[in-house]
């Protein structure tokens, strides 16, 4: 039950013509700069605007197609908007108990909803009790309540402070291995989208620039991603063991087994990874002597830049991809050509929690 969305509008200052297909399940992110069109993609996905043209279409539900516009409270989804918009005369409980009435669902409905998002000790409080984290916790759930078929997220962490923001991030993650539904997300933070996306589509002026699975778009050297300073790649691992000599983690991450600070990681943990570009240096050999510990064969496949750095894009052997940032003057003297086989000095690692 994928998701087909072709939208176009046409509006005095802005022409959105966007078109992109997310996966039936996990978490799609539409990522770009402020005024890309990601808000508008999903009003258009709900039926917000009547004046988008093009096709809709999730499985064999077709919402907007030629001579069709099927209105949005007849579209099986939920909507989290930017701002929670409660209903500040109800508690938890009943702003949750209102999406369940849109489809007659059931208190078992509201019992697995509370026990995912965390929402036990708050349901007889009012909304306008809550903090920013609650309220977008609550938000989701009512979001969630009818059992929708897709669901839309507008930024649901906007406006948040750190503490709040890394209150609410797990239990969107967990969504994303929960739902068997497609989520759209909206998001302008790349640290944000690194974490929850299976699937990115890259927006930018009303148009897609990019779209595929996560790790492939964000190491894509022809991409607009891999230029910006902070380019980088994810890779996910498990983690195999512990080393408690050294407080170190072993993670597998298929095509190599990393060594990470193993602070908070259990056995079985499940990871995302996060390697910047400027954090990854070559050398031809393997050093003897090295402070660095994850050092490892990979295979140069792309090369892109000018000036004084260029980007490599680096092969693992499973085929996974790390990106690095190097002078020009290097690369030439390493003679970093496409299928160069090299080594990889990782000198960080950002664990995604």
Known sequence: ??????????????????AFQAPA??????????????????????????????????????????GVFVSPHHRSLGYVFQEASLFEHLDVAGNIDYGLRRRRAGRERRDELVELLGLGSLLSRRAETLSGGERRRVAIARALAPAPDLLL????????????????????ESLSRTLAIPVLLVSHQLDEVARLADHLVLMDHGRVRAQGPLDAVLADLDGPLAAQADASAVLRGV??????????????????TLLLPAT?????????????????????????????????????????????????????????????????????????EHGARVHAQVKSVAVLP
């Open 1 to 18: 039950m994928s998701l087909v969305v072709e939208l176009r509008q046409h509006l005095e200052a802005f022409e959105l013509d966007a």
């Open 25 to 66: 399940r996990g978490v799609t992110a539409l990522f770009g700069p402020s005024g890309a069109g990601k808000t508008r993609v999903l009003r258009g996905v709900a039926g917000l605007d009547r004046d988008v043209s093009g096709r809709v279409h999730l499985g064999d539900q077709h919402w907007l197609d030629e």
């Open 153 to 172: 997220m507008d930024e649901p962490l906007a406006g948040l402070d750190p503490a709040r923001r890394a209150e609410v991030l797990p239990y969107i």
């Open 239 to 256: 983690v195999r063991g512990i080393d408690p000599r050294w407080d170190l983690a072993e993670v597998d991450c298929g095509g190599v």
């Open 264 to 336: 908070r990681l259990t056995e079985g943990q499940e990871l995302r990874l996060r390697i910047a570009a400027r954090d990854v240096s070559i050398v031809r050999e393997r050093p003897r002597d090295s402070s660095i510990l994850n050092i490892f064969p990979v295979t140069v496949v792309n090369r892109r830049g000018a000036g004084a750095q260029v980007t490599l894009e680096l092969a693992l052997d499973d085929g996974a991809t790390l990106l690095a940032r190097v002078t020009a003057r290097s690369a030439e003297e390493l003679m970093l």
